[in-house]
């Protein structure tokens, strides 16, 4: 893992862009580094837009964890996004659902499979290998939370990565059928976010989504509101819900 740049943003966390072979991302770690330690980490995902687009949005989430809870957060580019080279089968998939979803038609499966399936297989690994490096930093060591992004590879790594004990999730529903498995086999805490009007996803599916999940505790959050509306309040909840299961509690400074 390099380092490419630092900077100290608001409370004195710390961001620090990084690359790790051709993977770009960010670490943002507290200021001090609260007892016990080590420090927990929140892998931080996002939609496949880029990490330029998406970076106030994750900053502002990470600044939250770090500043008041004392985690530290990461994030990574996704593949075929950003400054990553371009990955012609995801360009032609998102072109798809762009289409379907202004012509008003439904979206089929073999759009959601081609556009979601592949992106799955690719970063999760990434994820993982990723996650080896920044537990190996000092002072970071885990537990460690997932949050947000493609709902699918939340899953993914939810079933496959141990180091993951709980997750917040953005509900949503262009989930590939051939998932359902794999959603039924999580089992870790869940925090699920659902915007009840939410203009991209279909709602009967995200709730079916949300029943399907294995975990004895989950808890759904439903807000109105469009796929941008998500209270403020919520990424305190969130916060919260990752204290409870990363052994952290406040420390505001």
């Given at each position: 893992?390099?380092?490419?740049?630092?900077?100290?943003?608001?409370?004195?966390?710390?961001?620090?862009?990084?690359?790790?072979?051709?993977?770009?991302?960010?670490?943002?770690?507290?200021?001090?580094?609260?007892?016990?330690?080590?420090?927990?980490?929140?892998?931080?995902?996002?939609?496949?837009?880029?990490?330029?687009?998406?970076?106030?949005?994750?900053?502002?989430?990470?600044?939250?964890?770090?500043?008041?809870?004392?985690?530290?957060?990461?994030?990574?580019?996704?593949?075929?996004?950003?400054?990553?080279?371009?990955?012609?089968?995801?360009?032609?998939?998102?072109?798809?659902?762009?289409?379907?979803?202004?012509?008003?038609?439904?979206?089929?499966?073999?759009?959601?499979?081609?556009?979601?399936?592949?992106?799955?297989?690719?970063?999760?690994?990434?994820?993982?290998?990723?996650?080896?490096?920044?537990?190996?930093?000092?002072?970071?060591?885990?537990?460690?939370?997932?949050?947000?992004?493609?709902?699918?590879?939340?899953?993914?790594?939810?079933?496959?990565?141990p180091r993951i004990v709980a997750a917040g999730l953005f509900a949503g529903s262009l989930v590939p059928a051939a998932m359902f498995e794999e959603v039924r086999?999580?089992?870790?805490?869940?925090?699920?976010?659902?915007?009840?009007?939410?203009?991209?996803?279909?709602?009967?599916?995200?709730?079916?989504?949300?029943?399907?999940?294995?975990?004895?505790?989950?808890?759904?959050?439903?807000?109105?509101?469009?796929?941008?509306?998500?209270?403020?309040?919520?990424?305190?909840?969130?916060?919260?819900?990752?204290?409870?299961?990363?052994?952290?509690?406040?420390?505001?400074?």
């Amino acid at each position: 893992m390099h380092f490419t740049s630092e900077q100290r943003l608001d409370g004195g966390v710390l961001e620090r862009a990084f690359s790790f072979g051709d993977i770009p991302g960010i670490l943002w770690t507290p200021a001090s580094a609260p007892t016990p330690t080590p420090t927990p980490l929140i892998l931080i995902g996002h939609p496949p837009l880029g990490l330029r687009r998406m970076y106030p949005r994750l900053a502002g989430r990470a600044r939250h964890y770090a500043a008041e809870y004392g985690f530290a957060a990461a994030t990574i580019e996704l593949p075929g996004s950003g400054e990553r080279p371009h990955w012609a089968a995801a360009e032609q998939a998102r072109a798809d659902l762009r289409r379907a979803m202004e012509a008003g038609e439904p979206v089929g499966d073999e759009i959601v499979d081609a556009l979601i399936l592949p992106l799955v297989d690719k970063a999760v690994p990434e994820w993982q290998t990723v996650l080896d490096a920044l537990l190996a930093l000092p002072g970071i060591g885990g537990p460690v939370g997932y949050e947000g992004g493609v709902i699918s590879i939340g899953v993914r790594l939810a079933r496959v990565e141990p180091r993951i004990v709980a997750a917040g999730l953005f509900a949503g529903s262009l989930v590939p059928a051939a998932m359902f498995e794999e959603v039924r086999r999580v089992t870790i805490p869940l925090h699920v976010l659902l915007q009840w009007d939410d203009e991209g996803n279909d709602r009967q599916a995200a709730l079916d989504l949300f029943d399907a999940f294995g975990s004895t505790e989950k808890t759904l959050h439903a807000n109105l509101g469009g796929h941008t509306g998500v209270p403020q309040f919520e990424l305190d909840t969130g916060a919260r819900f990752f204290a409870r299961h990363l052994n952290r509690t406040a420390h505001r400074t």
